[in-house]
């Protein structure tokens, strides 16, 4: 089994900073692409920042310049760093991973999600 277990999120005031934090842990040969994606209420869930195994990133145009995705390997873990926030930012963030289990098993896992609420 493998899990993904995010933390992080909270009530921020606008202009403020988070920093969420995804760890997976199991039976884990590699870890290939770390996503993170949110979902606001009403809206469909939508890919924030993915960065590949060998770190190339991608972001979504309206956090680009404000939020950094970045991983640790040696500890299964992918970082969020989100700055100048912004009430639009308001969503459950989400952790994926796309994992080897084994050579030959290779699934997409997903976390249980974080609250991120930015309000005054």
């Known amino acids: 089994q493998v899990q993904l277990v995010e933390s992080g999120g909270g009530l921020v005031q606008p202009g403020g900073s988070l920093r969420l934090s995804c760890v997976a842990s199991?039976?884990?040969?590699?870890?290939?692409?770390m996503a993170w994606y949110r979902q606001a209420p009403g809206k469909e869930r939508e890919l924030v920042a993915i960065?590949?195994?060998?770190?190339?990133?991608h972001y979504l145009d309206s956090v680009k310049g404000r939020f950094t995705i970045s991983r640790d390997n040696a500890k299964n873990t992918v970082y969020l760093q989100m700055s100048s926030l912004k009430p639009e930012d308001t969503a459950v963030y989400y952790c994926?991973?796309?994992?080897?289990?084994?050579?030959?098993?290779?699934?997409?896992?997903w976390g249980q999600g974080t609250q991120v609420t930015v309000s005054s």
């Open positions: 960065i590949t195994s060998d770190t190339g990133t």
């Open positions: 994926n991973a796309d994992i080897m289990r084994t050579i030959l098993t290779r699934n997409d896992y």
């Open positions: 199991g039976t884990i040969f590699r870890i290939k692409a």
